[in-house]
């Protein structure tokens, strides 16, 4: 039996709304989605947001200085030239309230919000065998029904919070960056405490510093940070940039990550300190993922060559901190590669660690005992503080699906079929689940690709796969469980030619405790993954099972 309050296999079908797809999740995938499954196929579709607005990743992600980490006019939708023409960034990567307007602004010029539920949540979604249908539950007692349930639930939407002992009695304001209040943190006059320093702390650490009275730093792995460069655009800049649309897009669509690079050479092993130097600096001065991307092609395949890059962030950081104790500390050793977790882009980060109000605290080597009524404890010391920031990151890919109670044939839960790891063919659906698509789902290159190309690059296929099924009076489809298993071994082999899944990161699970250990993410690049998944699809979708 379920544990679930409600039997949805019993309720009647007149009780359930009935839909063709229902989507989760309004975020640039969900709005997507949405749009093309009821505008272009004329379907009958329903989307379910547990936000109370449209924005995903950009409505819980309000903490200061959250912004994006490619440039606006490529971390953007491209499937509407209209819409590339109305739409001006005021900065090369723009804050999060500019995306979340951007995505509000979308939401509005196609029309998307009467189709959302808002403040609603999905609980669970069953796939009833025979008439081949979802059966979903959402957490306002509605119930639906549909032929295709597309989870667009967000690889990055699960805010991690570590169970660290005594914080249920922490008596001062608690707050975690990837659930930040909307109203905003007052932080004058404030001890602030963050703990964690990736990509979000990167961003947040150099704000509160200012704005705080106090703020210590936990830091377990020190970041690999480089600096942004962010700049405002003008409106000349703004105007090359939609003259120069169509060719910005086939740049991005034709490169490994989805964001061009241009100046990226082959090895930097092949060539001299004083090359590398060279051109290490210029990336430095470029900014954003400029010498994580765009340096030396090798720097993330082979360790000595990844050595390098190291070495010239760490001279770096030696560089802008002024305290040499502070600056080895915040320098990451060895085994941590640079680059095998995305590069975090900073503003006057380690400028941060000069202020007298700043203490880094290496948890690593003095590590967290408890959190206390007034602070917390590690085994070396005592800390009190007023506010405590949780800036520890996602439970990354399977954790807002796993979060609904997700069965397929013979009531089999998508938790205990990914028991071991997940299990996709090209990261969009899963064998035993038919008629389930995910977005930028783990097997996929999701967050190695820019996030809205790939998003597009889904969508589009999900919805020329739905569109060919209801064309050819298709039941259902799901992955071939042999295909599934070619694809995650490939997945593997692509992987392990890299340094990326050596990193102890959330890529790999590494992050969560008793998580399976696996690489989750398509290493071959955005235009060869294309190109399978549009060869499956002019193959009458080969892989895959349609009944
Ligand atoms: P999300 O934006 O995460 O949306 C998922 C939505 O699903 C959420 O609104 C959530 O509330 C909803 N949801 C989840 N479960 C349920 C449920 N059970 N019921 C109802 N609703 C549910 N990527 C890049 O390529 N470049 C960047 O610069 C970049 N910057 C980032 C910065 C931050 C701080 C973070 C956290 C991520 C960043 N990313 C970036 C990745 C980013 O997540 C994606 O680019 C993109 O926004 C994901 O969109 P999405 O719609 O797939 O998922
Ligand atoms: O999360 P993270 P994030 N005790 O997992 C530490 C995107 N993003 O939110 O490394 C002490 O990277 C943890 O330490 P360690 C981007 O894709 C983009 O920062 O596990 N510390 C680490 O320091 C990014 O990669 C932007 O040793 C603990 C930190 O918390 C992804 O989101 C901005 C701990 C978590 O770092 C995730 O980034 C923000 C514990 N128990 C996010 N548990 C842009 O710039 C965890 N930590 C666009």
Redesign the pocket.
Known sequence: MTEHPENTENASSESRINVDALV????????YMLHLLRDRLNLKVGL????PS????????C?PG?????PSYH?SYSFSEELQQEWSWSEK?AA?PEILEYLNYVAKKFDLAKNITFN????SAHFIEGPNRWHIK??DGKQYEAKYFI????????ANVPEIPGQQAFEGECYV??RWPQEGVNFTNKRVAVIGTG??AV?VIPLIAKEADHLTVFQRTPAWAAPLQNKPLTEKDNEEIKENYSALRNQAWNSFG?VPFPNARASALAESQAQRAEHYESCWQEGGFSLWLGSYQDILFDEKANETAAEFVRAKIRERVEDPSIAEKLCPPEDVYYGAKRQPCETGYYEAFNRSNVTLVDVKQTPIQEITPTGLRTTRETYNFDVLIYATG?DAFTG?LF??DIRGRDGQRLKDQWAAGPRTLYGLATHGFPNMFT??GPQSPS?L????L??EMHCDWIADCIDYMEKNDVGSIEPDKAKEDEWIAHVKEVADTTLLPKASSWYSGANIPGKPQIFMVYLGGGPRYQEIIENSARNGYKGFLLE
Not at 54 to 61: F, P, R, S
């Open positions: 989760v999740g309004a975020g640039f995938s969900g709005l379910i947001e547990a936000a449209v924005g995903g990743t950009w409505y819980w992600n903490y959250a912004r994006c980490d490619i971390y990567y999060q609603c949540r999905v609980l959402t957490d989870p667009a639930v967000g690889t990055l939407s699960d960056t990837g990509a979000t961003q989805g996602f807002a979060r609904m977005i930028t967050v690709f820019n996030m809205p790939g998003i």
